[in-house]
C-alpha cells in the first residue's frame, strides 16, 4: 500500500511539472489538433460534398438526335453535377476543343439514334477523348456507360412490350394514336415499378472486414485512419519530454533527494512513467473527441478494444521515454534523441497520413514498418476504428505493443543511473 502512494506521490509531482511546460504541452497537444484538423478539412474539401460535389471534367455534347432518346441523354448529362457537358454546334467544333485541350471528351448523340432504339437496332453514341488526359476520359467513358445503360433498359423494354401487344393482337385494331397511348401508359406502369425497385432495392451492397463486421469507406475511412495517424506520432514526441525530464532531475540532484526518502527505487519510475501515461490518455481523449464532433470520424463498435489498444501505446511510449534516458548522457541529448526517434518511427512506421498506410504495404518498406511501435499501434486503431473489430480481433498488435514496451521496460530499470 506504501509503494502505491508513493507511486501516485511521484506521478502527482511530475504531473504539476508537466502542466507548467506550456511549450511541451502545446507541442503534444495543440500541434496536432492543427495539424490533424487541416488535414481533414483539406481531404474533405477535396473529395467534394455529396450534396454539391464539385465539377471534376469539362465535355462537349453534340446531340443530332431530334427524337426522346437522344434529348434524355443530354437532359441526364446536363444534370450530373461531376461533369459540365456544354453543347456544341457541330462534330468539327467539339473535336477542336479537344484538340485543344479545352474539354476531357466530345460526346456525339448520333441522328438516328431515337430511331434505331424504337426499332431495336444497335447503335451507338460516340466518345471523343483527349489522349492527354487518361484519367478524365476513362470517367467520361464510366459516366456514358451508365448513362447509355438506362437508355438501353428503356429501350428493350418498349420493343418488349410493343412485340408483346402485337402479338397478342391487342393493338390490331387499333389507331395510330391509340397505340401509341396504349404503349405509353403501358411503359409509364412499367418504369414507375422499376423506379421503385431502385428506390427500395432488394438486393444491397456493403462492405465487410474478414470478421463480416460492415465497414465504411471513402473519405470517412481515410479520417478514421487521419486522427490516429497523428495521433500516434505526437504520442511519441513524448520519448524526447520524459526522458530529459528525468536527466534534469538528476542533473539537479532532485532524484538523489528523493532516493534519500524510504521509498523504493522502482516506484520513482513507476510514478513519472504513470503520469506521462496519463499524458498519453489525455492525448488521445483530446484528438479523438475533435475527430469524431467535427469530422464525424468512426471510433468502432468496441470501447474495451479502442482503450486497450491506448493503454498499450501509452506503455511502450513511456518505456521507450525511460530508456531513451537510460542511455543519454545529459538532457539535452535526450531530448535531440527523443526528437529523431520520433520523426523516424513515424515515418518508417506509418504514422504520416498516406494511403494506403506503410504499415498495410508490401516490399522491404512494409517488412520494416512492422518492427516500429506506430506500426502496430497505427493497425490497431485502424482495426478497431475502421473495421469495427473487437479485442480478440488486435490480440496481436497488443501483445506485440506490451512485449516491446516490456523490453524498453526492463532494459531501462537495468540501465538507468540514479546519481
Known sequence: MKSINYTLSVAGKEIRLILKDRGSLAVLILLPILLGSLFASLNMMAAGDEENPSILLEVSLVNQDQGPFGKEIAKSLTAIREINAVAAQDIAAAEERVIQGEVSA??????????????????????????????????VSGIMNQVVAEITVWGEIQYGVRSIMEEAGVLAEAGPDEQRAIEAQSMGVIM????????????????????????????????????????????????????????????????????????????????????????????????????????????????????????????????????????????????????????????????????????????????????????????GYYRVMGENAGITQILPQLGFLILMGLVFFLIAVWRFKFE
Do not use: C
Request: hydrophobic share 55%; net charge negative.
Open 106 to 139: 466530345a460526346i456525339i448523340i448520333p441522328a438516328d439514334f431515337s430511331e434505331k432504339i424504337h426499332s431495336y437496332t444497335p447503335t451507338a453514341v460516340e466518345v471523343i477523348v483527349d489522349p492527354a488526359q487518361p484519367e478524365g476520359a476513362s470517367i
Open 192 to 379: 414507375t415499378q422499376l423506379n421503385e425497385l431502385r428506390r427500395n432495392a432488394a438486393i444491397s451492397v456493403i462492405s465487410e472486414n474478414l470478421e463480416g463486421a460492415q465497414v465504411e469507406g471513402g473519405i470517412g475511412l481515410f479520417l478514421t485512419f487521419l486522427f490516429p495517424a497523428f495521433t500516434v506520432m505526437f504520442i511519441f514526441f513524448i520519448v524526447g519530454v520524459e526522458s530529459s525530464s528525468l536527466l534534469q532531475e538528476r542533473e539537479a540532484g532532485t532524484l538523489r533527494r528523493l532516493l534519500s526518502a524510504p521509498l523504493p527505487r522502482w516506484t520513482v519510475i513507476a510514478g513519472k512513467m504513470l503520469a506521462y501515461g496519463l499524458l498519453v490518455i489525455l492525448q488521445v481523449v483530446i484528438l479523438f473527441t475533435i475527430g469524431y464532433l467535427l469530422f464525424n470520424i468512426s471510433l468502432g463498435s468496441s470501447p474495451v478494444a479502442l482503450i486497450a489498444i491506448t493503454l498499450a501505446v501509452a506503455f511502450v511510449a513511456v518505456s521507450l521515454g525511460m530508456l531513451v534516458a537510460a542511455f543519454a548522457k545529459t538532457s539535452k541529448q535526450a531530448d535531440n534523441i527523443g526528437m529523431i526517434m520520433a520523426f523516424v518511427l513515424a515515418g518508417i512506421g506509418g504514422a504520416f497520413p498516406t494511403w494506403p498506410p506503410l504499415f498495410r504495404s508490401e516490399g522491404f518498406i512494409g517488412v520494416l514498418s512492422k518492427f516500429t511501435p506506430h506500426a502496430h499501434a497505427l493497425e
